[in-house]
């Protein structure tokens, strides 16, 4: 390090590590005052402890053993059971929501008037209804102890919710009979029973297709557990602004994906993707479902 001997001894009465002190005299010289630029600076302060729950033993270096029971495990238990004896398999494809987007965005001000705000989910229940009826083996149940497939009349769609005591599906009855404002008042009623844990037996079972939803968090598409005894399930993923080639000119339009499973054993991949063919027609020409006010 350079320095004069005069500031080398300055340094070790107060306690200076020369070493360390950047010069800023001529060819990197370190002076008196580089030396009290070091001496006088504050203390570095401690970072704040962070808060680590409890169940976070990976975060904190220890490990924990957690037993699953209650309702976890019931969940476990069940979509075991269903992973097993379904043969699943999903079917992907691409939807342009721009129109959709502006659908909902144009009924929130008549929503509001009713204390609501429509989120994408009403708008789908009612597009499955409608290709429900050219696919109706798509709303079915199977009775795996006698193999017979229940083609349903109504709809009945159990919306998958994310709570704090885990993963419950609330069904809406006779989705079919609705307009998109009673299926948004019916679909806040229920969640918030849920979530409240005030829902009855009533609340959750019945259901004849299920919808799981994760757009809210994000993630582009995924590959869902369908809800036994139903035989299809639909993954709805985020909505996403990406450029696109629409008549030969790059744009941007608000895409989604659609990820749906389905049981092999009773609907052949040609069904399935002709499903998924006409829902996505539907949301992507969203004036259709204007037709269904109930």
């Not at 008037?113 to 109706?136: D, H």
């Amino acid at each position: 390090t350079l320095a004069s001997p005069a500031v080398r001894s300055y340094a070790r009465e107060n306690d200076v590590d020369l070493t360390a002190v950047p010069g800023s005299g001529k060819g990197g010289r370190v002076t008196r005052a580089d030396v009290d630029a070091v001496s006088q600076a504050p203390e570095p302060r401690a970072l704040p402890a962070v808060q680590v729950p409890s169940w976070a033993g990976a975060a904190s270096g220890q490990d924990q053993v957690v037993k699953i029971i209650g309702l976890r495990r019931k969940i476990a238990e069940k979509m075991v059971q269903s992973y097993i004896n379904k043969p699943h398999f999903t079917y992907v494809d691409e939807v342009d929501a721009t129109e959709l987007v502006k659908a909902r965005e144009a009924i929130l001000p008549a929503a509001a008037c009713y204390g609501l705000k429509p989120t994408y989910i009403p708008f789908i229940m009612k597009a499955l209804c409608l290709v429900f009826r050219e696919f109706p083996t798509v709303n079915s149940t199977l009775d795996e102890a006698t193999m017979e497939m229940t083609i349903h009349g109504s709809v009945n769609i159990g919306v998958a919710t994310d709570t704090p005591q885990g993963l419950y599906v609330p069904v809406i009855r006779n989705v079919e009979r609705k307009s998109i404002l009673e299926l948004t008042a019916e679909l806040t009623s229920v969640t918030e029973r849920v979530r409240t844990g005030q829902a009855g037996v009533a609340d959750l079972t019945g259901g004849t297709f299920t919808i799981t939803s994760v757009g809210n968090i994000g993630g582009r598409f995924a590959t869902p557990i369908i809800n036994a005894p139903e035989c299809a399930i639909l993954g709805v993923n985020q909505i996403h602004d990406r450029p696109v080639v629409l008549d030969g000119q790059i744009v941007a339009r608000k895409m989604m994906y659609l990820s749906p499973s389905f049981d092999h054993r009773v609907l052949d991949g040609a069904v399935a993707a002709r499903f998924v063919s006409a829902l996505k027609d539907v949301l992507e020409n969203p004036a259709r479902l204007l037709l269904e006010l109930r």
